[in-house]
């Protein structure tokens, strides 16, 4: 995969909380792409693995298994998002869970971008400022986690979305933990 089309194939996390029927359908093509890539790629890349490769090359072709594998997985979670954001239609986030969402969403877009960024550009320096935002992420994450359970606690918000919202900090950590990989 060219870096030109891993960041044409659009990285970008799926709206937590406006998942219309043209996003569900953009999400699920992309996601389609994304696995054929996959595939594709991979079985070129194990051919070349046939051939007398010397050392950087050898390793350049093990860097981008891995990326085609980690960048496959991050489509799998959007997937995820995407489910739990057509599940949760049927109930709706209290108001601070929506607006940990939208935060939670930012901080997601930005660590997809900056991540797509360094391997389109090759560059090193946006590359390390990728783990930061996981870890930023993770802390994130934990915390909405736990400000979600005590409003479960309260009765604010309903078991039902209190899964769903854990299930989308789930994911979404996820989603950083492959891109700083």
Request: proline share 1%.
């Amino acid at each position: 995969m060219s870096r030109r089309a891993a960041r044409n194939v659009n990285l970008a996390a799926p709206l937590l909380l406006k998942m219309d029927e043209d996003t569900v359908s953009a999400i699920k093509v992309r996601e389609n792409l994304i696995d054929r890539m996959e595939v594709a790629i991979s079985n070129y890349l194990i051919k070349m693995t046939d051939q007398e490769l010397g050392d950087d090359e050898s390793h350049a072709v093990t860097e981008l298994l891995n990326f085609v594998t980690e960048f496959e997985r991050i489509g799998d979670y959007a997937v995820n998002i995407m489910e739990k954001a057509e599940e949760q239609k049927e109930a709706s986030f209290s108001e601070s869970a929506q607006k940990e969402l939208v935060l939670l969403e930012k901080a997601v877009e930005r660590i997809l971008a900056v991540t797509g960024e360094a391997f389109e550009g090759d560059d090193i320096q946006k590359a390390m400022q990728v783990e930061p935002l996981e870890e930023v992420i993770d802390v994130m994450v934990e915390r909405l986690r736990d400000q979600h359970i005590r409003r479960l606690k309260d009765g604010v918000c309903s078991i039902d979305t209190g899964v769903v919202f854990l299930d989308v900090l789930n994911n979404v950590e996820r989603i950083s933990d492959h891109c700083s990989n």
